[in-house]
C-alpha cells in the first residue's frame, strides 16, 4: 500500500484479490440487532468464493463466543475464533505490564472479562480488591459509579489501558455514544491519558495479524478514523463501505491516513471489480464515464454512469488538490448530483 491520490483499483473482484477480509461489525455487517442490506448473501458468496472472514470490532463489550452466535443468528456462520476484538488486544498490552494472576480493575463488560482471563488475568470491580492495572471498554450498562472508580483508580497511579476511543457506534435507532465517551469522563477527571489498543492504532492491527494468520488482507470498514486509519498504519489495502458512521463528503476532505483504498455501497463492493481513476491532461480525472476536476475551489463533476465512478473521480480531483497544499475544494453541489 501506498500514500494515493486517487481510489485504487482492481481488475478482479476482491475476493479474488485478496485472502482475508477484516470486517468491522457495528455499520458493517450489522446494525444493533439487524443484518445490514446486502451483507449477508454478500458475506456467503464470498466465503463461497475462498475468502476467510474475520471479524474484528472496537467494540468490547461482547465476548467472540456471544458476537459469533449473533452473526450465526443473522445467516451469517461464525465461529468464537473468527472474531477478534478490542477487548482481547487489550488484554494483551495489560498482560505485557503486569505478572499473570494480576488483578485488573475492570470498566466495561464481559467481552474485557473474558480477554482477562484469556491471558491468565483477574477481573475485579473495585480498589479494595487490590488491582495493579485498569483496563476500559465500551458497555452500555457503564454509569456514574464505574467511571468514578476508574478516575479514582487512574488518579492513584495505575496503568490504564483503554480497549478504544471510538466516539460513536452506529445503532438499530442510528448513532450514539461509543466508548471514547467514557474515556473522555476518566480523562477529564484525572488529567491521565490512556494507552489504547483498538483500531486505529498498532496493538489491534497486530491482534488480528496473530489470530489469523493473513497474508494478503482486506481492511472493510464504515469509519475513516479506525478502520481505514488503521489500515493505513498496518501498510494494508481497505474498502470503504457507505452503511454506517462515514459519509461521501467525509471521503473527499480525508487527510491521506483516512483514504481508503476502495469505496462501495455495501459489501456487495467485495464481489466486484473496481475500476481504475485515471488524471486528464486538463488536470481533472476520469473514472469510466464520469469526469471530475476543481474549478475556483469547487469540484465540478461531467459525464454520465454509475454515481460511484463520479465520487471516485471527485475524490481524486479533491486528494489532488488537498495534497498540492491548497484549500480543502468544496464537493457540496457534485455531491448533491450524484445523489449523496
Known amino acids: 500500500m501506498t500514500d494515493t491520490q486517487v481510489p485504487g483499483h482492481s481488475d478482479r473482484p476482491l475476493v479474488a484479490a485478496y485472502d482475508t477480509a477484516l470486517l468491522d461489525l457495528d455499520g458493517v455487517v450489522y446494525a444493533g440487532p439487524a443484518a445490514i442490506e446486502h451483507a449477508v448473501e454478500s458475506l456467503d458468496i464470498a466465503r463461497a468464493r475462498g475468502m476467510r472472514l474475520a471479524y474484528v470490532t472496537n467494540n468490547a463489550s461482547r465476548p467472540p463466543r456471544v458476537v459469533a452466535e449473533h452473526l450465526t443468528e443473522l445467516g451469517v456462520p461464525a465461529e468464537p475464533g473468527d472474531v477478534i476484538n478490542s ?23 464481559a467481552g ?9 488475568l483477574v477481573a475485579v470491580e473495585s480498589l479494595k480488591d487490590g488491582p495493579v492495572a485498569v483496563v476500559q471498554g465500551f458497555d452500555p450498562s457503564v454509569g456514574w459509579e464505574r467511571l468514578a472508580e476508574a478516575s479514582y483508580a487512574v488518579a492513584g497511579g495505575l496503568p490504564w489501558v483503554a480497549s478504544n476511543t471510538d466516539m460513536s457506534i452506529p445503532t438499530a435507532r442510528g448513532v450514539a455514544p461509543g466508548n471514547g465517551t467514557l474515556v473522555a469522563a476518566v480523562r477529564a477527571a484525572t488529567g491521565a491519558e490512556p494507552e489504547v489498543a483498538g483500531k486505529p492504532l498498532p496493538p489491534m492491527h497486530r491482534e488480528t495479524v496473530l489470530r489469523t494468520g493473513a497474508k494478503r488482507p482486506l481492511v472493510v470498514g464504515d469509519r475513516l478514523d479506525t478502520d481505514i ?19 461521501p463528503a467525509q471521503v473527499l476532505a480525508a487527510p491521506v491516513q483516512h483514504r481508503p483504498t476502495y469505496l462501495a455501497a455495501d459489501l456487495r463492493g467485495l464481489l466486484e471489480p473496481h475500476p481504475a481513476v485515471e488524471a486528464l491532461a486538463d488536470g481533472g480525472f476520469a473514472c469510466r464515464g464520469r469526469q471530475a476536476r476543481v474549478v475556483d475551489g469547487e469540484l465540478r463533476l461531467g459525464g454520465e454512469g454509475d454515481r460511484y465512478d463520479g465520487l471516485r473521480a471527485l475524490c481524486a480531483a479533491a486528494w489532488a488538490a488537498a495534497d498540492r497544499g491548497g484549500e480543502p475544494a468544496d464537493g457540496r453541489k457534485a455531491l448533491a448530483e450524484l445523489g449523496f
Do not use: M
Not at 229 to 247: K, R
Open 87 to 109: 477487548a482481547q488486544a487489550a488484554a494483551r498490552l495489560v498482560a505485557e505490564k503486569v505478572p499473570k494472576g494480576s488483578k485488573v480493575l475492570v470498566i466495561g463488560g
Open 112 to 120: 474485557l472479562v473474558e480477554a482477562l482471563a484469556e491471558r491468565g
Open 229 to 247: 486509519e488503521g489500515a493505513y498504519n498496518g501498510g494494508v489495502d481497505s474498502l470503504l463501505v457507505f452503511t454506517g458512521v462515514g459519509t
